[in-house]
């Protein structure tokens, strides 16, 4: 193993755990409370154990404000991302954040063999590695 593999930072080192679900049923209103009580970004959706989609802020404000929706009445199937586009644990979080940049996302589910196991969130990534800041942010100027 090489000096830079054994420095190299896993996704299971920095994600944060528990994650935070929620059904498809709940509400758009509801999501919105949690992500303010619990002061994060994401809810992961889940039915029958089972990651299905990830609802964020800026679904909210897209999905729901935006089109002057009701948010008791919306609810999160209607408004999550779905296919999640997911990472392991043991992914080095380099490659977690060109995957956020290629595909425009501050949020990925992190599931192993058994399912859900933590969310990993862009500043998770620029908290240990702030130098990172350049690979999430370069394919927004080349593009």
């Given amino acids: ?3 830079h593999e054994e420095e190299e930072i896993l996704v299971e080192e920095i994600m944060s755990t528990p994650p935070i679900t929620v059904g498809p049923d ?10 303010t009580e619990k002061k994060i970004g994401c809810i ?8 299905i989609g990830i609802v964020t802020r800026r ?3 897209e999905k729901v404000l935006a089109k002057e929706k009701d948010p008791s009445k919306t609810k999160v199937r209607e408004i999550m991302s779905s296919p999640v586009i997911y ?3 043991k992914a080095p979080i380099l490659e977690v ?10 949020h990925i589910p992190v599931l192993d063999s058994k399912g859900l196991v933590g969310v990993i969130t862009d500043k998770d990534i620029l908290s240990v590695a702030p130098d990172l800041i350049e ?9």
């Fill in 1 to 3: 193993m090489s000096e």
């Fill in 26 to 35: 709940s509400s758009a209103s509801e999501v919105a409370k949690i992500m």
């Fill in 44 to 51: 992961v959706v889940v039915e029958n154990n089972r990651v």
């Fill in 59 to 61: 679904d909210l404000v």
């Fill in 87 to 89: 990472v392991k644990p």
């Fill in 97 to 106: 954040a060109k995957i956020m940049s290629k595909h425009d996302i501050r």
């Fill in 135 to 143: 690979v999430l942010t370069i394919r927004k100027h080349s593009s």
